[in-house]
């Protein structure tokens, strides 16, 4: 695929940033500087002011995607490589202090509480936060512990194994989970399992360093803990702690007897006593697995399809996105693993990024990422008088937007990428996925609800607790003899390293987006009117008047998770016949 940026349409005319500004940091600073020196006197000068800076903003946001995507598309380019790591090293910090400067200067101007409400409500409320954990003392922490997270990278990156004569890397290997022959699948699950326990120690040290860190930056910022403190970092209005820990008793209550009933329909079906952790990803009916298309151009054509049948203005996104080139989906040599949706905030584009081998999980991969892009062309619309994306899109809300396109697309692919028989068991994964998304949501949110409240935990105590919490949520399959194994699972997942508390997100969303796709298996045309009028709200409104636009009841409490594990369950029963 050829990413050719300057090629790309530029529809919003900029007002007030240098036409040839570079991305160097004496241009740069030149405009925080003119934004930082410039009087505010009035409630119109306040709003200019926060219109110009939302152009810097995007503008800054765009030319990270950039170096992201070229860096993630290209890994052996040393040139992309070098040009991402310049800005996270030299240019990232230094623009993060003068936004502060920036954010400082607003929250000190008398002409705020003038703002016109309801637009400004949030947006205020988010500066005012930020201004009031940031530390200054805290930039060189974090610093710190970004540093910790490129060392977990490496070590996991470095993670191989050789297995049926080629070396492969973990993520590689998670496709052999999925061969109908069960000595196969449990030597390559050995092989990998081994391979990540020779290194739990180094990353069970790099996880307690950033644990000590985490509760300093807290602790310096005025709170008792780092979970309050992270509550108030991610603009967690419109929820508590305590909310998340009714979600995991609600989980724990309804979700958890559905997931092991259907572990135990599992074993059944394949025939086996006692399932072991490597019986989990294969067809229960002894089947190969799914393969929706050869190619990528088929995958594109697929998804125009199945979008076609879920709405005009939506596939017409679709379109446009294929035609300007911002899809780069086949899996090469050297690109980096993974999936995601990138928003080019100052061309307001999206680009999608992914490796597309011809499994089920990439056609539900694209079409998830679709949904993020919807996002992103339809706030094109509603432009709002600040920087309307980034961080400040709610992550609650925008996996609702991909999470439902998931699900809603998947209604369509008969005809398009199966037969009617591979489509059912195409949903049928689907919604077991789903079953066991939530029990690892909650395992995860869980688990840092305890680590980060116990900050003082030795590294025994802290696998106790793990083995615990993951005992609570886990479905039927046995650890016997793999003890140790499941005593450091918890080091596969990035986010725990890498994003900390990002994670409860994916279960408030999962259970907004499954409230969406219920009602398009409903009233289709209805369902997809209040999703596409929820994404133009962009990050102006709160989480539940988000919910609310988008047809679904917020939420996700023990009354929402039981009306979810019913669904769940009536699909289950509609999709396994
Ligand atoms: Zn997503």
């Known amino acids: 695929m050829d990413f050719d940026y300057p090629a790309l349409p530029r529809e919003f005319k900029r007002n007030y940033l240098p036409q040839d500004i570079k991305f160097e940091w004496d241009d740069v600073n030149r405009v925080f500087e003119e934004l930082g020196n410039r009087p505010l006197m ?7 002011w926060l219109l110009d800076e939302s152009e810097l903003d995007a503008y800054l946001y765009e030319q990270r995607a950039i170096r992201y995507f070229n860096s993630t598309r290209q890994t052996d380019n040393p040139d992309y ?17 003068a936004s502060f400067k920036l954010l400082k200067k607003y929250v000190g101007s008398t002409f705020r509480s003038r703002l016109p409400r309801p637009v400004y409500e949030l947006e205020d409320r988010r500066r005012e936060g930020a201004v009031s954990i940031f530390r200054e003392e805290n930039v060189d922490l974090e610093k710190e512990d970004s540093a910790l997270s490129q060392k977990y990278y490496r070590t996991t990156g470095a993670m191989t194994v050789t297995f049926l004569g080629q070396e492969r890397t973990l993520q590689q290997m998670s496709k052999f989970y999925e061969v109908p022959d069960r000595a196969v699948r449990e030597e390559a699950w050995r092989l990998s399992s081994q391979r990540a326990l020779t290194d739990s120690k180094v990353l069970d040290s790099i996880y307690s360093e950033m644990v000590t860190l985490r509760d300093k930056i807290a602790r310096n910022a005025g709170f008792n803990n780092y979970m309050d403190y992270i509550f108030v970092k991610k603009d967690r209005f419109d929820y508590t702690p305590n909310d998340c820990e009714e979600f995991h008793r609600a989980v724990e209550e309804a979700i958890v007897p559905l997931s092991r009933d259907i572990d135990s329909a599992r074993s059944e079906r394949v025939g086996i006593d006692v399932l072991m952790p ?10 190969e697995a799914l393969r929706p298309f050869d190619q990528v151009p088929a995958l594109v054509s697929g998804a125009r399809k199945v979008l076609a049948k879920v709405d005009k203005e939506l596939v017409s996104f679709f379109e446009r996105m294929v035609n300007l080139q911002l899809l780069d989906l086949d899996s090469r040599k050297g690109k980096a693993p993974g999936g995601y949706q990138e928003e080019l905030a100052e061309v307001r584009l999206p680009l999608i990024f992914m490796n597309a081998v011809g499994k089920d999980d990439d056609v539900r991969t694209l079409l998830h990422e679709c949904g993020h892009s919807f996002h992103t062309f339809l706030i094109r619309k509603a432009r709002l008088p600040f920087f309307n994306g980034g961080a400040n899109m709610p992550n609650e809300f925008s996996e609702v937007a991909s999470m439902s396109m998931e ?4 209604e369509h692919y008969e005809g398009v990428f199966y037969d009617r028989e591979d489509a059912k068991r195409s949903n049928w994964r689907e919604v077991v996925d789903n079953v066991k998304l939530f029990t690892w949501v909650a395992t995860i949110d869980a688990f840092q609800h305890w680590v980060y409240t116990h900050p003082a935990h030795t590294r025994e105590e802290r696998a106790k607790a793990w083995v615990a919490t993951f005992n609570r949520f886990c479905g039927l399959e046995s650890y016997e003899g793999l003890e140790s194994t499941r005593a450091y699972r918890w080091q596969r997942q990035l986010h725990l390293f890498e994003v900390p508390f990002y994670y409860i997100e994916y279960g408030i969303a999962l259970t907004g987006a499954l409230g969406v796709w219920s009602r398009y298996r409903k009233d289709p045309n209805d369902a997809i009117e209040a999703y596409k009028s929820a ?16 047809g679904v009841e917020w939420g996700f409490g023990s009354g929402a998770v039981r009306r979810v594990a019913q669904e769940l369950r009536s699909a289950i029963k509609e999709y396994g016949e």
């Open 42 to 48: 009035s409630t119109a000068d306040l709003e200019r």
């Open 81 to 97: 490589t070098k040009a991402f790591e310049e800005y996270t090293e030299f240019l990232e910090p230094k623009i993060k202090l």
């Open 278 to 287: 490597w019986d989990l990803q294969v067809d229960p009916a002894g089947r």
């Open 407 to 410: 699900m809603i697309t998947g």
């Open 535 to 550: 994404l133009s709200l962009g990050c102006a409104r709160p989480l539940p008047e988000l919910f609310e636009a988008a």
